[in-house]
């Protein structure tokens, strides 16, 4: 008898302890996703405050160049760039931005940082000086957004043209940058936490474009037959069309990324020290992450694990919530220059409308 107690005793034990190891997981996962759920709530409020800003320029009428043939007023969509020389205004459309240049841009980029710096002096003792520092940084990184959704090709070409260092030595260049940011713990632990789910959403991206590959055919499929040839331009058609959606959704996923650390992780001084260090270039957002990623311990060279669902509660029955997070592709596919500008460069929209974001 007390064999079989004691046999029941050990198998309660046993039960207690799977159950206390179950409850553990639990609240580790738990204290994951309430960390994830802050990320995207910051990426949420990166998104309504551009909505905002524009939903408030959309209010001013102009009479002057942009009103119609009538002289009827019509709402500006004009960015206006007021900051950088006091008392003159930059008056910058949507088509200019469409047409303008890398070598434009990184000349306005560039006065901007000069700028920044000369007034960065004064920050640590002047509360006027370090407002400035962020209405000039508010400005500067508008026009690059806008510049970066109107015009993704001009902006990428500015980007690749501005390094030429290997991978290794890019990272050694920002990890010395990063020392001079002073993040605190918990920044730090948000940029890390960004740079994951965007390399997941990358990923998923990436790998879909290798699928669409491989279903465009590279030779002739028929010589007999014209309605092979048909069916075969029609796939590839079909892939195309999705290949550019996946290429605007990459693009939009950096936007993000880039957005969020700037605007809501960082603050308005570190930005501002960020730029001055990588003039003359602009900074290289995912290398700064990359170069944090290792100072918390993080093996960059390894991609991260693709979103694993939700997992099922202790008692088998699923979670209602489970498999939400499978449903979209990381935080940063909800399009922030979506809220900016409203269209990509062939008047589409940017955003893409079937992934959403559950906070």
Same mark, same amino acid.
């Given at each position: 008898m007390s064999?079989?107690?004691?046999?029941?005793?050990?198998? *309660?034990?046993?039960?207690?302890?799977? *159950?206390?190891? /179950?409850?553990?997981?639990?609240?580790?996962?738990? !204290?994951? &996703? #309430?960390? #994830?759920?802050?990320? &995207?709530?910051?990426? &949420?409020?990166?998104?309504?405050? #551009?909505?905002?800003?524009? #939903?408030?320029?959309?209010?001013?009428?102009?009479?002057?160049?942009?009103?119609?043939?009538? !002289?009827?007023? +019509?709402?500006?969509? /004009?960015?206006?760039?007021?900051?950088?020389?006091k008392g003159t205004e930059m008056r910058i459309t949507a088509d200019m931005l469409k047409k303008m240049t890398p070598e434009e841009v990184i000349k306005i980029w560039q006065d901007y940082v000069t700028e920044i710096s000369s007034v960065l002096v004064d920050a640590n003792v002047s509360s006027e000086a370090e407002a400035r520092i962020e209405r000039l940084i508010n400005e500067v990184c508008m026009l690059c957004m806008r510049f970066s959704v109107l015009n993704p090709v001009s902006c990428k070409i500015w980007t690749t043209r501005q390094y030429h260092l290997s991978e290794t030595e890019e990272l050694k260049r920002w990890q010395s940058v990063m020392t001079t940011l002073d993040m605190n713990k918990t920044q730090k632990q948000e940029i890390v936490a960004l740079r994951?789910? &965007?390399?997941?959403?990358l990923q998923q991206l990436v790998e879909e474009r290798r699928q669409l590959n491989m279903t465009i055919q590279t030779t002739l499929p028929s010589s007999t037959v014209g309605h092979r040839i048909d069916l075969e331009y029609l796939k590839a058609n079909q892939a195309v069309v999705r290949l550019k959606e996946i290429l605007r959704s990459e693009h939009n996923a950096m936007?993000?990324? +880039?957005? /969020? @650390?700037?605007?809501?992780?960082?603050?308005?001084?570190?930005?501002?020290?960020?730029?001055?260090?990588?003039?003359?270039?602009?900074?290289? +957002?995912?290398? @700064?992450?990359?170069?944090?990623?290792?100072?918390?311990?993080?093996?960059?060279m390894m991609l991260p694990e693709p979103l694993k669902p939700i997992p099922f509660l202790p008692s088998g029955e699923p979670n209602p919530e489970a498999n939400r997070l499978e449903d979209h592709m990381g935080p940063l596919s909800m399009g922030v220059c979506q809220s900016i500008v409203g269209a990509s460069e062939d008047g589409s929209s940017v955003q893409d409308n079937k992934q959403n974001i559950v906070v």
């Open positions: 064999v079989v107690l004691q046999s029941k005793v050990q198998g *309660l034990h046993k039960e207690i302890s799977d *159950l206390k190891a /179950t409850v553990d997981n639990l609240q580790l996962e738990n !204290g994951s &996703l #309430q960390s #994830q759920n802050g990320i &995207l709530q910051k990426v &949420l409020a990166m998104r309504d405050e #551009q909505i905002r800003v524009m #939903q408030e320029s959309s209010k001013i009428l102009d009479t002057g160049p942009d009103a119609d043939g009538e !002289g009827l007023m +019509v709402p500006r969509t /004009t960015l206006t760039l007021s900051e950088l020389h994951k789910m &965007l390399l997941q959403k936007l993000d990324f +880039v957005g /969020t @650390v700037i605007k809501k992780v960082l603050k308005p001084i570190q930005v501002a020290r960020l730029m001055v260090q990588a003039y003359p270039s602009k900074p290289d +957002v995912l290398a @700064v992450a990359s170069a944090v990623a290792i100072d918390c311990g993080v093996d960059v």
